[in-house]
Structures are given as C-alpha cells and as structure tokens.
C-alpha cells in the first residue's frame, strides 16, 4: 500500500501507537513519564514502524483518575512539562513524518476546574452552576441521590455539595470518580466552549483526537432511574434509550465537531471511545459528516476463539462499510487487560476484558505465542490499527502490585474488591538488568515498580533478537506498508465457518493463516513466506500461530 503518511486520508489504515505518558519514559528522573521522556525516546517508534502517535492527557490535574480529570483544557501538567515542550515534541514528530492525536475529555472536568470552583462559589441558580448536572435529592431533606445511577468506578454516581454557609446543597452527577463532575451538554455554554478548545489545539498542528467516553455526553431529560445496578462503562448501552450512554442527541454534537475539523487545509480526524451494544450502534458514529473512526471494542474483548473471532470481524467489516468508514483494530488499552495475559489462560464463551474474568493461573507461553499470532491477524485485517505501549515488547499485565500502591480510583471506589488498571500502567522496560530499566534517569524509580522479570523483555534486550516480539512487530510494519494489498479495503474469507483455522486474502497476492486448532495444520499453496509468528514444522502452521503468506 501507500504509506498512509502522505495521504490526506492516513486515518484510514494507519498503525497508531498509544503512548500512556505517566508510563512510556522519565525524562527529569521523578519516576513519572513526561514529554522530556518522549522526545528521547521517539527513534524507538519511528524504528517501529508506526504512522502516527496518540496520547493520553496531558493537561493540568490533581491526577484523581490518572489526568483524565481536567484542571484546565489549554495548558499542560507541569508533571509532564510545559506548552513549549508540547510544541517542540510536536515538531519533531511532524519532522519524522508521523501524527500527532491527542486525547480530550469533554464528558467530565475535574473537580477543580475553574467552572466547577465558580459553580460551587456562586450558589444555587447561577450560571456556573448550569454548566454541570446538579439535581435536588429524594427523601424528605434531599438526603439520597437523585436517582439510582451508578459510577462506571463503583458506588452511587452522585455527590452531595455542601453550601457556602455550610447547608447540604445539590447533588452533582459523576459517572466516573467524585472527582469528575459530568457536564451540562445541553448547555449551548458547554457546546462553545470545547469547540473552542478544539481550535486551539489544531491551531497549534495537533493532526486529530481522541475522545474519552463519547458515547456518555448527553443525559435523558429528567435523568430516569436506570432500574439496574449494572451501570459499567465497558459493556456498552445494551438497552434501548439508555439514560446515559450512547444517546441519539450525542451525534449532533459531533457534527459539529466535525464541521470544526474540515475548516482546516489538511483536515483534523476523530476517533471516539464508544462502548455501544451493537456493531450497528458504532457505526453511527462515523457515518459521513460526524467523526472519522472509532475503537473497535468487540474485537478487543474478543476471546481467542475462531468462531468469536470470525464473526465480530464480518460483523465489524459489514456495518462500517455500510458508512463507508474503515475498521478500527485493538487488542490492548491503558482500560484493559494486556491481552498476553488474558490469552494466557482458558477462553471464556463471553466477552474477555479484564482478568477478573479468568479463574485460572497464567500460562504466560501460551499467552505470548498467541499475542504473536493476534498481532499478525490484526495487522492483516483490513482498516487501521492501535498499538498499546509495551505490546510491541510482549509485556504481560502485572498482577501482584502490592495494595498499598495501587492508583486507580477503581480499587477505592470497589471497596478494595477489584485491582483496576494499574496493572496495564507499569512503566516501560527500556535497557538494563534490574528496574527501573532505563525508564528515567541514572538512579530514579518508576511510580509503579516493574517486575524483575521483565529484564529479558526490555528494548534493548529485544533489539538484535530475530525472534523477538519487537522484531516480529517491525517486520511486520514493513511489511504492512510495503504490500499493496494491505491497509484500507476488504478481505475474502478461505476457510469455512466453523473451521478452527482463520484463512483470509486480500489482492493482490496476500494472504494471512491464523490457526487456532490444538494440531498443527497444513498450509495452502503459496509462493513465499512474508513473515511467521513462530517457527514453522515443516510447512505445517503450529497451534496458535499465524503466518502471512504471498500467493
């Protein structure tokens, strides 16, 4: 194909790269990943392969859900450094031919953003106040919440403000921490204001967003009881007109957003975070004139089973191009499990996205050689792909953190029954034999500590090993932009439905082998071997391996 770097369409079949800042690289030795870090750090993702590079926020916060509660929109974290370094990293990522997409966040602000201290200042009626979703409580004194709606971080979703002359107020909505006070989108206030941000930040050469819980800006009117408990961000609205997620009013405002992206010469791209019950619901996402792409999350939760893998690809492929918008692939967030461990134990019939799912220990073997072969198949299908930080190396999720230094509001929030995501979180391995493995400077540490066994999954370690995953991910890359049949387009299915082999082609001359049988299995004429995720026996293709092949 043509590299998706020239073009004005990239979006399209571009590999993108999350790098979770807190945890990609240190720069000024406090243990934390900053922009300084990234910047020294860029020849590693240029040397990957990569189109573009997408980052998680980097603006001023108290840090209660790991800065995905937003002090101020326009500005950076001086954890991370200043606008200065921003601009000059973004620079030199436009100097290496890639993109930059950086993530916004308008479901929620934190708790001290200037609007919600004004909202919180000027009493009841004001109009700070009408910029957020506050609400009177039931019961005689307004002692319980307005309704019966749950935080995706466990617990009610509302919080009860205490008055100036120290009364008991209204209480405001938060579907994530207390800490992240939901916004009033109906609010014309609200709708000027991020549009406004979005401008400032395109202004500065910022080539597209990504945008937190796109599905949940906008509330029912009168905020009806859920009439569930299950009030969980990541298994999507599977009713119909759910109060709070992935309502019809929400695409109104993309198209606005999106009406603010094409004023530009080189048109800024979208790509929501939308948990929806339906492939059908996402795809209403990016029909023509709202956003460009978005997540892919059946995929991501998809089991390693052939029949479950099978089918969320057609059933992705088949309603995207019904809008004509390409396929996103992930196998891997900063949200999630990494999929090396959640391919490291027996699949389940349902959905697979955290380790709380699974019962049994890891066979870590297993899940590797499986994540090598999830790496070819996503690579092969046809859109674009997301890479999680670390993935490239082969890391695991890391799953014995001790308590006391959790993070995630989730561990509060649940009453300490469930770890959350900082075990996605633990900083990179880059060179060395013991951590802090090159993360920062000589001498600091990492604000999660990294296991000792990853001396053998470090960068460097990997860098001159054939049969490395940062090897296989390399070639693969190369590979991807070097084959006119790979990226955007369609695929044709040569293995039949129900089989335990995965056999696709995409023209011209390419074809990718996945097999997910316990035997090995014969591989069909071919003329050459592009790239295998193991070693072949021969010309047999392993269990849980994969192979792309030229016809």
Do not use: C
């Given at each position: 194909m043509d590299s998706a770097r020239a073009r004005a369409d990239w979006w399209r079949d571009a590999v993108i790269y999350q790098v979770y800042l807190r945890s990609f690289a240190d720069g000024d030795g406090d243990g934390i990943g900053d922009l300084a870090g990234l910047r020294r750090r860029l020849p590693h993702l240029v040397a990957l392969g990569v189109d573009a590079l997408w980052i998680t926020p980097w603006y001023p916060s108290p840090m209660a859900d790991g800065g995905y509660d937003v002090a101020d929109y326009r500005d950076i974290d001086p954890l991370f450094g200043t606008l200065d370094d921003a601009q000059a990293l973004l620079d030199e990522v436009h100097g290496h031919g890639l993109r930059l997409i950086i993530d916004i966040v308008p479901n929620h602000t934190s708790t001290a953003h200037a609007w919600f201290r004004r909202a919180l200042a000027q009493g009841p009626g004001s109009d700070a106040r009408q910029r957020y979703i506050l609400r009177p409580g039931r019961g005689p004194r307004g002692e319980e919440p307005p309704n019966d709606w749950r935080s995706v971080f466990g617990g009610p979703a509302w919080t009860r403000i205490t008055e100036a002359d120290g009364s008991p107020?209204?209480?405001?909505?938060?579907?994530?921490?207390?800490?992240?006070?939901?916004?009033?989108?109906?609010?014309?206030?609200?709708?000027?204001?991020?549009?406004?941000?979005?401008?400032f930040w395109f202004d500065r050469g910022v080539d597209g967003v990504r945008i937190d819980v796109a599905h949940g800006l906008v509330k029912a009117p009168g905020l009806p009881d859920l009439g569930s408990l299950d009030g969980k961000l990541l298994e999507g609205a599977t009713r119909e007109d759910h109060p709070h997620w992935d309502r019809e009013e929400v695409h109104e405002i993309f198209q606005g957003w999106r009406a603010v992206a094409d004023t530009y010469d080189e048109p800024r791209v979208f790509v929501a975070e939308a948990w929806t019950g339906a492939p059908e619901r996402?795809?209403?996402?990016?029909?023509?004139?709202?956003?460009?792409?978005?997540?892919?999350?059946?995929?991501?939760?998809?089991?390693?089973?052939?029949?479950?893998?099978?089918?969320?690809?057609?059933?992705?492929?088949?309603?995207?191009?019904?809008?004509?918008?390409?396929?996103?692939?992930?196998?891997?967030?900063?949200?999630?499990?990494?999929?090396?461990?959640?391919?490291?134990?027996?699949?389940?019939?349902?959905?697979?996205?955290?380790?709380?799912?699974?019962?049994?220990?890891?066979d870590l073997d297993l899940g590797t050689k499986r994540a090598r072969a999830a790496a070819l198949l996503t690579l092969a299908l046809p859109g674009s792909a997301y890479l999680y930080q670390g993935e490239e190396l082969g890391l695991w999720e890391v799953e014995d953190l001790p308590e006391d230094l959790l993070q995630d509001p989730t561990w509060q929030r649940s009453g300490h029954t469930d770890r959350g995501r900082d075990g996605c979180?633990?900083?990179?391995?880059?060179d060395g034999d013991t951590p802090p493995f090159g993360f920062g400077p000589e001498g600091s540490g990492t604000w999660l500590p990294q296991p000792q066994a990853w001396k053998s999954l470090t960068a460097a370690a990997q860098e001159q090993d054939p049969s490395s995953m940062l090897a296989l991910y390399r070639e693969a890359l190369r590979i991807r932009r070097a084959e006119p049949a790979l990226g955007d387009g369609s695929l044709s299915w040569e293995s039949e439905p129900g089989s335990d082999v995965l056999s696709f082609r995409r023209d011209p001359g390419f074809r990718c082998v996945v097999n997910l049988s316990p035997h090995p299995v014969e591989l069909p004429a071919h003329r050459a071997v592009l790239l295998a995720g193991g070693p072949l026996e021969d010309g047999r293709l392993p269990s849980d391996t994969a192979v792309w092949l030229a016809l």
């Open positions: 107020g209204p209480w405001y909505l938060h579907l994530f921490a207390p800490e992240q006070p939901d916004l009033n989108w109906d609010n014309p206030k609200v709708r000027t204001e991020f549009e406004s941000i979005l401008r996402l795809a209403r996402y990016v029909r023509p004139g709202e956003l460009h792409t978005a997540f892919n999350f059946d995929y991501l939760m998809t089991p390693w089973r052939p029949d479950r893998l099978r089918q969320v690809i057609d059933s992705s492929l088949g309603a995207l191009s019904r809008v004509a918008a390409p396929a996103t692939w992930v196998l891997s967030n900063h949200d999630v499990a990494r999929h090396v461990s959640r391919y490291a134990r027996p699949q389940p019939d349902g959905p697979l996205r955290s380790l709380s799912d699974l019962t049994h220990p890891a979180r633990v900083p990179l391995p880059w």
